[in-house]
Antibody
């Protein structure tokens, strides 16, 4: 069974940093594209970032470029999102998602972790 | 960036109804369109990719169609567990973009 378990969310002040992690199990992690998608309170879904299976390609939404970094450790079956210079508008539930092997869009999702940016 | 526009933004329907949601892309995305179901407090669930291909385990009451800029999601017979918000997402280019969502409510 595919499992994606996010951790690392919490309350952080504006300008602060947070690192989200996603522990993957039940599939061959190293051959799948992986993504982060977020949902702000009362808002719709927003794609944040995607990483290629070998980590050689990374894509970001403009609003987080230069502040967020997506990475992965295929030996540990783990996906991460380093978030720096956090802003109030980054407040959201962050979902880890497994994309397809060849069609790069989410097929499985974690339960999410809440990030709140507030003073 | 490609803009995705869904209509309607909400709808009321009864159990057993056939429901259709539309999604329009601001430019040609071929068949690179996915549909995602979201319920409050729950993880999103992917339903369809490549416009019409069901994700594994998704019941056949869900169907998708379209290509280019115009797409539809159809639920053939609405059941209580289908009341949710549905989002389209283009997977043609980066940045990936979602539509604003269509909330399907009980009439």
């Amino acid at each position: 069974e595919v499992q994606l378990v996010e951790s690392g969310g919490g309350l952080v002040q504006p300008g602060g940093s947070l690192r989200l992690s996603c522990a993957a199990s039940g599939f061959s992690f190293s051959i799948y594209w992986m993504s982060w998608v977020r949902q702000a309170p009362g808002k719709g879904l927003e794609w944040v970032a995607t990483i290629k299976p070998d980590g050689s390609e990374k894509y970001y939404v403009d609003s987080v470029k230069g502040r967020f970094t997506i990475s992965r450790d295929n030996a540990m079956n783990s996906l991460s999102l380093q978030m720096n210079s956090l802003r109030a508008e980054d407040t959201a539930i962050y979902y880890c998602a497994r994309d397809g092997r060849f069609v790069v869009t989410p097929s499985c999702w974690g339960q999410g972790t809440l990030v709140t940016v507030s003073s | 960036d490609i803009q995705m526009t869904q209509s309607p933004s909400s709808l009321s329907a009864s159990v057993g109804d056939r429901v259709t949601i539309t999604c329009r892309a601001s430019q040609d995305i071929s068949k690179n369109l996915a549909w995602v179901q979201k319920k409050p407090g729950k993880a999103p669930k992917s339903l369809i990719y490549a416009a019409s291909t069901l994700q594994s385990g998704v019941p056949s009451k869900f169907s998708g169609s379209g290509s280019g800029t115009d797409f539809t999601l159809t639920i053939s017979s609405l059941q209580p567990e289908d009341f949710a918000t549905y989002y389209c997402q283009q997977h043609n280019t980066y940045p990936r973009t979602f539509g604003g969502g269509t909330k399907v409510e009980i009439k």
